[in-house]
């Protein structure tokens, strides 16, 4: 069954400086997705992207935030200049197509430890 | 904002039934998802119900919507050790922007031998 997949599984990175988390979202899938789990926290949406570009955000994707679709596979997120709260579990999801009868299907998550 | 909520904990005996609540606040969510998180891992799709029925069941899995009360819930039959995880209850949200989904803040089931 094909699946969403999120490299790396774990990144440490200092404080202040910049991270990209890389998702493959499901090929035939048009929707794409970026949520954030602290640590023993809910999960919490932050953007949705679709014909290249942002369709929502949450207060959360702040300036610091950028998504990117760079070709016909990787969806990014990048944070310019990290910060110790932006430690958590990044999950990326795809869906195909933008109504709520389709699920999202998520990828297994990459851990951002910033330190 | 509107909250999805659930209760945090629950342990079952092996072989026991689970049930797993949910409340939500959205009239207007259609479909209601059910995402398990086994320790390290992602999100796995368990189960949906579109929000005009009241009773879907798939092999263990048997969910429960009462619309009017805006509670789901999750039973899973004959729970076994392999069940233990987070279990995460989520409304999909549609608007003009597209679709998102609101989490609750998951259920952690322990399935005692």
């Known amino acids: 069954e094909p699946e969403v997949t999120q490299t790396p599984s774990h990144q440490v990175t200092q404080m202040g400086q910049e991270v990209i988390l890389r998702c493959v979202p499901i090929s035939n899938h048009l929707y794409f997705y970026w949520y954030r789990q602290i640590l023993g926290q809910k999960v919490e949406f932050l953007v949705s992207f679709y014909n290249n570009e942002i369709s929502e955000k949450s207060e959360i994707f702040d300036d610091q935030f950028s998504v990117e679709r760079p070709d016909g596979s990787n969806f990014t997120l990048k944070i310019r200049s990290t910060k110790l709260e932006d430690s958590a579990m990044y999950f990326c999801?795809?869906?195909?197509?933008?109504?709520?009868?389709?699920?999202?299907?998520f990828g297994d998550g990459t851990r951002l430890s910033i330190l | 904002g509107e909250d999805v909520e659930q209760s945090l904990f629950l342990s079952v005996r092996e072989g026991d039934s689970s049930v797993i609540n949910c409340t939500y606040t959205?009239?207007?969510?259609?479909?209601l998802y059910w995402y398990k998180q086994e320790p390290g891992a992602g999100l796995q799709l368990l189960t949906y119900i579109f929000s005009n029925m009241d009773m879907k069941q798939d092999q263990r899995l048997t969910v429960l919507l009462n619309k009017k009360d805006k509670h789901l819930s999750l039973r899973i039959a004959d729970t076994q050790t392999g069940d233990s995880a987070i279990y995460f209850c989520a409304e999909s949200r549609t608007d003009n922007y597209g679709q998102n989904f609101v989490f609750g803040p998951g259920t952690r089931l322990s399935v005692l031998p």
């Open positions: 999801a795809s869906s195909d197509t933008g109504f709520s009868n389709q699920p999202q299907h």
């Open positions: 959205d009239s207007s969510s259609t479909y």
